[in-house]
């Protein structure tokens, strides 16, 4: 079982930047994790997800060269960096994460395990 706990959200102004980190309480060696993000109203969509490795990313279309994932087995930590943020990026975002064993990547659709979110909050 694999408990997230996200934190670093907060509000900033447009234009700022944020990082967000998910700890797991377990080892995430064999996981590959993800943020999401859902705006009121809106549906949760994948922002970014990462190989068991860290060396194979991707990144949806709306956030690339802004923002950027990562992580850190050795102490079992994925980050998303966010810079040059906007007011469309205000939302709930949510680590996830989902056994990664024998894949380099898994869709979206694939993370079953989540976190319970940390709002970032971006105004004018």
């Known amino acids: 079982q694999v408990q997230l706990v996200e934190s670093g959200g907060g509000s900033v102004q447009a234009g700022g930047s944020l990082r967000l980190s998910c700890v797991s309480s377990?080892?995430?060696?064999?996981?590959?994790m993800a943020w999401f993000r859902q705006a009121p109203g809106k549906e949760r969509e994948g922002v970014a997800r990462?190989?068991?490795?860290?060396?194979?990313?991707d990144h949806a279309d709306s956030v690339k060269g802004r923002f950027t994932i990562s992580r850190d087995n050795a102490k079992n930590i994925l980050y998303l960096h966010m810079i040059s943020l906007k007011l469309v990026d205000t939302a709930m975002y949510y680590c996830?994460?989902?056994?990664?064993?024998?894949?380099?990547?898994?869709?979206?659709?694939?993370?079953?395990?989540w976190g319970q979110g940390t709002q970032v909050t971006v105004s004018s």
């Open positions: 990462v190989g068991r490795l860290g060396t194979t990313s």
């Open positions: 996830a994460a989902v056994d990664c064993s024998g894949r380099i990547l898994r869709t979206f659709e694939d993370f079953n395990y």
């Open positions: 377990a080892d995430i060696a064999n996981y590959c």
